[in-house]
């Protein structure tokens, strides 16, 4: 493989990097976190809230200079999920979050990534929401609390992200299903035919 089509696959730019880091900053997350030390919390927690940070950055950086690429599109997502589910799962092994939330969590952004791609097999596009990006705030806000502190409110502003969470996942399907008979309707409109189930 030469430079040039190594170049191609992974487009050296801004937005790039920075989801490379926040990868990178995966294993480092859970190792701060899995330390004994009296300092491991605040460590993690600036390692978690500076990747969560890129994740925003990257997104933002990629619109202005319209420096989006497939690499970006597919490798951003797979970044954030790494990042929230090694953060969960880490905590569950601490007793930090009970197991049934982390799961919950997990299982609803992989759901929507294969939802996702569902959609495009189709031809359909399924953009973020607006409640998909409030999940994603309170997600952060609340990962970041647990970790920092034993605190009761950490505790219920992740079952606030767990119930906001679901919500979201569940306005991702019925977008989706929405969107699904928008599509079916239109190509029979093209076709010249009557959708199915028409009176």
Do not use: C
Not at 55 to 63: E, F, P, V
Not at 172 to 187: D, T
Request: glycine fraction near 6%; aromatic fraction near 6%; charged fraction near 15%.
């Amino acid at each position: 493989m030469d430079l040039g089509t190594l170049g191609a696959m992974f487009p050296l730019n801004v937005p790039n990097v920075l989801t490379l880091v926040r990868i990178l900053l995966v294993p480092v997350l859970v190792v701060a976190l899995l330390d004994a030390t009296p300092n491991g919390s605040t460590v993690a927690a600036i390692v978690f809230a500076a990747a969560a940070l890129t994740d925003g950055l990257d997104g933002y950086i990629a619109r202005s200079r319209r420096s989006i690429t497939t690499f970006g599109k597919v490798m951003d997502p797979i970044a954030d999920k790494l990042l929230i589910a090694a953060a969960l799962i880490t905590l569950v092994s601490l007793h930090r979050v009970a197991p049934w939330a982390a799961m919950v969590i997990i299982a609803r952004e992989f759901a929507v990534s294969g939802l996702r791609v569902a959609a495009g097999q189709q031809g359909v596009v399924i953009p973020a929401s607006p409640l998909g990006k409030l999940k994603t705030v309170v997600q952060v806000a609340a990962i970041l609390a647990v970790i920092a502190t034993h605190d009761l409110w950490a505790q219920i502003l992740l079952y606030v992200a767990v119930v906001v969470t679901l919500v979201s996942g569940a306005d991702y399907f019925l977008n989706f299903r929405r969107r699904i008979e928008e599509a079916r309707e239109r190509i029979a409109s093209e076709r010249g035919s009557v959708p199915r189930g028409a009176p």
